[in-house]
């Protein structure tokens, strides 16, 4: 069992603390209630944006010097943006932990940037987009798969968004953004590591105590249609390999039908002994192929890919994976799939846990999206009761074929 410890202060701050003195080292993680589903249409990649903006500088932290000072103390940091949050962590030698919640504090206390640092980082995501996403092989996948997989909610763009939104956005777009969701009522501070409670508990208060509350709640209506039709597109890129990606909406986050379909990708993806590695890449079809589950807020997506190996072709690989599919759809999986995938989860499961930077993260997710911090020790017992009557229900509800979006990734023709 985790222990931690809960605090809230008056101002909104959720505190979570996990003591593990084994090594002498702290991470102060600070996770905000917003993503880019949240976004205007007109303004997307705003959330990534301000992610970068937040190491440039503060207000006693001159510009370009967040990290320095950090990294002088035996420190590092960084950050990232999903559709639903926004988390950002510093780790740092327990002796500094003072120095840490005051550099993460001092950057949310007053807004942080300014018209240069502003300019620097839009040139720098617009950068990180083009090679990223732009001239990167299968890099537009993100972009080319939320428009054809939603149609109404922010789920519809890409996290980093819009490069024609990130080049006009003003400090006043930027400061509005911070000012309605950068607040203490908006996010969950979880510290873990080297500590001791009264004292990050009176650290907290000092630096974040007086910073005023915010509004806790953003409007998000998630409004989309089902999909009733199997849809099927080529897309030429400049990739060595063609691969195919098929896709599926799934049900939100931390519901049973969830985990039961994460069982699933684990059970047919994990091991030289599955399904996908026996018919896809063990009979060199493939160069590598997976399922995922991506869990989010409203709305999961449910991923099988497939790399597809030179000398074969895009229908050799959509034969066994439709093949495959189908045997899914048929019978489920069988019980020694369901045992082994149970083990896999679990040893992650105590994996994950000895990483303070991934409990620190898990806490402030769990905070923010369920308000139930010990979801840190019961969220592996999910999968305890999941039996294959439950997982070919589970299947037949969401992986249907056509209620798949199908993306075919053919290397560009030459002119």
Not at 46 to 71: A, R, W, Y
Not at 381 to 395: G, K, Q, R, S
Not at 397 to 408: A, T
């Amino acid at each position: 069992m985790i222990e931690y410890k809960e605090y809230e202060y008056r101002n909104g701050l959720r505190l979570v603390m996990s003591r593990r003195p084994e090594i002498p080292n702290v991470i102060i993680n600070s996770s905000f209630y917003v993503g880019s589903k949240d976004e205007n249409p007109d303004k997307t990649g705003i959330s990534h944006l301000l992610e970068h903006l937040m190491f440039t500088g503060s207000k006693n932290v001159p510009q370009g010097k967040f990290d320095e000072i950090l990294h002088d103390n035996g420190g590092e940091s960084n950050a990232y943006t999903s559709n639903d949050i926004t988390s950002y962590y510093l780790s740092v030698p327990s002796s500094k932990t003072e120095l840490g919640m005051w550099l993460d504090s001092d950057r949310l206390a007053s807004f942080p940037v300014n018209e240069e640092s502003l300019e620097i980082q839009k040139k720098v995501v617009c950068e990180e987009k083009q090679q990223v996403h732009d001239n990167s092989p299968y890099g537009s996948f993100d972009i080319e798969s939320a428009k054809r997989l939603f149609k109404n909610s922010g789920y519809r763009w890409a996290i980093i968004g819009e490069e024609e939104h990130i080049r006009t956005f003003t400090l006043e777009d930027v400061r509005d953004y911070f000012n309605k969701y950068y607040n203490p009522s908006n996010m969950v501070l979880s510290v873990t590591g080297d500590i001791d409670y009264d004292e990050i508990i009176n650290l907290t208060d000092r630096y974040y105590g007086s910073i005023p509350a915010g509004e806790k709640k953003r409007d998000f209506e998630y409004n989309e249609p089902e999909i009733e039709k199997y849809t099927e597109e080529e897309i030429e890129d400049s990739v060595s390999l063609p691969a195919r990606f098929t896709l599926y909406r799934a049900p939100k986050i931390g519901t049973r039908e969830f985990y039961a379909l994460k069982l699933v990708s684990v059970a047919l993806t994990s091991g030289e002994s599955s399904k996908i590695y026996r018919q896809l890449i063990e009979s060199n079809i493939s160069a590598e192929s997976y399922m995922y589950l991506n869990g989010m807020e409203f709305v999961s997506l449910f991923g099988f890919t497939s790399f597809v190996n030179e000398d074969k072709t895009i229908n050799d690989a959509a034969s066994v994976m439709n093949g495959i599919m189908d045997e899914l759809l048929d019978g489920g999986l069988s019980e020694n799939e369901i045992l082994k995938a149970k083990n896999k989860i679990q040893t992650s499961y105590y994996i994950k846990i000895q990483s303070m930077i991934r409990l620190a993260n898990s806490f402030g997710f769990n905070k923010i999206f369920y308000n139930d911090c010990d979801m840190i020790n019961r969220e592996v017992n999910n999968f305890d009761n999941l039996d294959n009557t439950f997982i070919i229900d589970t299947v037949r509800k969401y992986l249907q074929k056509d209620k798949s979006v199908v993306l075919n990734y053919i290397p560009r023709k030459r002119s």
